[in-house]
């Protein structure tokens, strides 16, 4: 009778730089490139967030891959990391320790069951203030804040609208999403 043994942030760190891996309670698990459409999405939003943010230098933003490292069992690599100046997380050579303020997790057929269940429970318990699912092939955008009881969807809209991020005050029209 075999045991999986489970794995934790210091296995994770011995893979070799730019392994497509996530480690996802203690298991690691393989992330393919994304597709064009998911990149697009990404790139448009990364700007978007980018000109709000560092522009007005209220934080970094950072797009994948980048190492954030939530807990013993947890490193994940979501599509864009949003760090606010007086954020809890730490910003360090290997990556981000600890919950930064804003995940965007873009969907793809190959991930979509983690960013959607598993992943998005780490990142309520861990504080995430902030938790964006966008989903290019639906054409949708949902914010879900932290708070006392859990994620708690704020702004959603599909194919046409606004979302808001009260944290961030920003407003994204899909349009500027989704072209």
């Known amino acids: 009778m075999s045991t999986l043994t489970k794995k934790t942030i210091k296995d994770y ?89 804003v995940v965007v997790e873009i969907l793809s057929p190959s991930t979509a069951y983690y960013d959607l269940t598993e992943k998005k429970e780490v990142y309520e318990r861990v504080g995430v203030k902030e938790y964006w699912i966008v989903d290019p092939k639906r054409k949708s955008f949902e914010i879900y804040a932290n708070s006392e009881q859990g994620f708690k969807l704020i702004s959603h809209a599909k194919a046409e609208g606004k979302v808001r991020s009260e944290l961030l005050e920003l407003e994204i029209n899909l349009r500027e999403v989704f072209q």
């Not at 730019?18 to 999405?41: C, K, T, V």
């Not at 230098?57 to 954030?68: L, M, R, S, T």
């Open 13 to 101: 760190m011995e893979l070799p730089e730019g392994a497509p891996y996530q480690l996802i309670e203690g298991e690691l698990i393989m992330s393919p490139a994304p597709n064009l459409e998911h990149q697009r999405a990404s790139k448009r939003l990364f700007k978007k967030l980018s000109q709000a943010i560092e522009s007005h230098q209220k934080g970094e933003v950072f797009y994948a891959p980048i190492d954030v490292y939530l807990d013993e069992e947890n490193a994940f690599q979501p599509d864009l990391v949003v760090v606010l100046k007086d954020s809890k997380a730490r910003i360090e050579e290997r990556g981000i320790f600890g919950a930064p303020d």
